[in-house]
């Protein structure tokens, strides 16, 4: 199978390089920052085409050693695609509010899934 790659040229073109506004920046995202311009952070590119492409190459180890991918896109703008690539790929996905707890609290999640259930089932009957 073919390992999709980025380029900077598509990334542009996306509007990748566009930041958040200056003031909402975590400090810890600083050596992925270019620059600013009109209060907006530029991303690298450069080191984003990098990365995205490894995170491409292992996604596409762990599937194909039988594991699962969760993607997840809380934005109106990538939620149908997302949901459309994950059902296509067999994967599972998260695109509208995420679940406090959804990681770190799965016993008491998955509960609340398994309550939702029987109570969908029975309003059916």
Do not use: Y
């Amino acid at each position: 199978m073919n390992i999709p790659s980025a380029s900077v040229k598509e990334l542009l073109e996306a509007g990748v390089h566009l930041g958040h506004k200056t003031f909402r920046w975590n400090p810890k995202m600083k050596k992925f920052i270019f620059g600013e311009k009109n209060s907006i952070h530029i991303i690298d590119l450069l080191q984003t085409v990098k990365l995205l492409n490894n995170a491409m190459l292992e996604m596409h180890k762990c599937v194909a050693s039988g594991g699962k991918i969760l993607f997840v896109s809380t934005k109106k703008q990538a939620s149908e695609l997302i949901a459309e690539v994950a059902k296509e790929t067999g994967q599972f996905f998260v695109n509208h509010r995420w679940p406090g707890g959804m990681l770190t609290n799965w016993k008491t999640i998955s509960n609340s899934i398994r309550r939702l259930k029987k109570l969908t089932e029975e309003l059916n009957k």
